[in-house]
């Protein structure tokens, strides 16, 4: 089905981002660190074991106002639903992107975004795990405009391709057509921390709707990335939560229970006027700076490497059974492969937990393929498979030593 579309376009992802990889250093540009790298891609999946359970229903929602509330009937050869939806989604794209930006309960969401200081195509994949529960009311009028469900989710996908390779330090500019389509320039300032920059260019093909209403920033200096509070922590669970729990904690400090309420619904950079201005005791000098490397030992960072890897294998086996499988037994593979993302960030920032964690998610992973495996034809396919993964992970470990780097 349309709603399938993202995961089909992953290898095309990672194609771009090994080109953009080997082009940056022929250039001697070091546009990837690989906790960076892991963190973005890591938070990618995340959002991808979100989106099996919040896309079901937010298909299922669309497709009942589509059944009883649209205004529009088209014919069913009619190529205007897909016009409606082309520019229909990027224009809904734009305002449901700026609101992301000037409201804390919806930059709760869309922060996750914006966490990475490095800026390249793999930031492109770090999506937020919630970003369906703000989005789908922003879109659910197309619904209303006749288009069909699988139209809305085609162009969305499609909507969101378009923008990956606006995630890039590579291309400076591509001259005329700057002036109508968002492009890496643009998109770079929209990244940026710097106070010009703030708040801008919010569109998603096109650059129109930031100059026709009033967002639109030209890229002139050198852009900071990152958020004006950096994260400084590549789990991406916490990413995900970090800054509800910002939130709370800021609110907690509120002695009004109507600013306590309000802080939801205002600017992330609000406080109330009795308290002074939000951030002044905590200013970053982004001219002395440095962005957050907790150091991994070599020997770590290649366990960490490798084991991505079959991590990042795993979660595409996950999201293959997706369209067939029940949504009670994507519950506790989803749970596994989440639980392999936060402990191989843990290991990067040789965290005390991570050493356990990532042993018992090992452990899980094995128990699941062999009992998964036992539906393969033989059986014994399936355990052999097991078994071959549980001798690899015990290589590895022997190999590369990775918990010595917790040593006291």
């Known amino acids: 089905m349309a709603e399938h579309i993202i995961p089909l376009l992953v290898p095309f992802f990672i194609l771009g981002i090994i080109i953009e990889a080997i082009a940056a250093r022929r250039r001697g540009a070091r546009v990837y660190h690989l906790h960076t790298m892991v963190s973005d891609l890591g938070t990618g999946v995340t959002s991808q074991v979100g989106e099996v359970f919040l896309k ?24 205007w639903p897909w016009v409606v939806a082309f520019f229909g989604i990027d224009f809904a794209f734009y305002w449901w992107h700026r609101f992301s930006h000037v409201v804390n309960f919806m930059w709760a969401v869309h922060v996750v975004h914006h966490h990475s200081e490095d800026f390249n195509l793999s930031v492109a994949l770090r999506q937020p795990a919630f970003e369906l529960t703000t989005a789908f009311f922003f ?15 085609t162009m969305y996908a499609l909507n969101l391709f378009y923008q990956f390779w606006t995630h890039t330090e590579l291309v400076r500019s591509i001259g005329p057509l700057e002036a109508v389509f968002n492009t890496p320039s643009h998109h770079r300032v929209h990244h940026g921390v710097n106070p010009e920059y703030l708040d801008r260019n919010y569109g998603g093909v096109f650059i129109l709707w930031d100059k026709l209403f009033g967002t639109y920033q030209t890229e002139r200096a050198p852009v900071v990335f990152g958020v004006t509070k950096p994260l400084r922590n590549f ?15 800021t609110a907690a400090g509120f002695p009004r229970w109507a600013d306590r309420l309000k802080l939801w619904w205002a600017h992330p950079g ?20 440095q962005k957050y490397d907790p150091g991994t030992p070599p020997g770590l960072r290649r366990y960490v490497l490798v084991h991505f890897g079959i991590a990042f294998a795993g979660s595409g086996v996950y999201m293959a059974l997706e369209p067939t499988a029940a949504r009670v037994d994507m519950i506790l593979p989803g749970i596994v492969v989440l639980a392999s993302l936060a402990a191989l960030a843990g290991l990067v920032e040789r965290k005390s937990w991570a050493p356990a964690l990532d042993t018992a998610r090992q452990t ?41 780097a917790f040593a006291a």
């Open 56 to 79: 079901f229903t937010a298909v299922l929602a669309y497709s009942w106002v589509f059944d009883h509330w649209r205004l529009v009937e088209f014919p069913a050869s009619s190529p």
């Open 270 to 289: 609000w406080r109330p006027a009795a308290l002074g201005p939000a951030g002044a005791a905590n200013a970053i000098d982004r001219a002395t700076y």
């Open 364 to 404: 899980a992973t094995v128990g699941l393929v062999g009992w998964y495996g036992q539906l393969l034809e033989p059986a014994a396919l399936g355990l052999g498979i097991a078994a071959a993964l549980a001798l690899g992970f015990g290589a590895l470990r022997l190999w590369l030593r990775p918990h010595a």
């Open 139 to 153: 879109y659910v009028p197309l619904a209303l405009l006749g288009v069909p469900v699988d139209v809305w989710v």
């Open 235 to 249: 789990n991406p669970l916490w990413a995900n939560l970090e800054y509800y729990a910002q939130l709370l904690q």
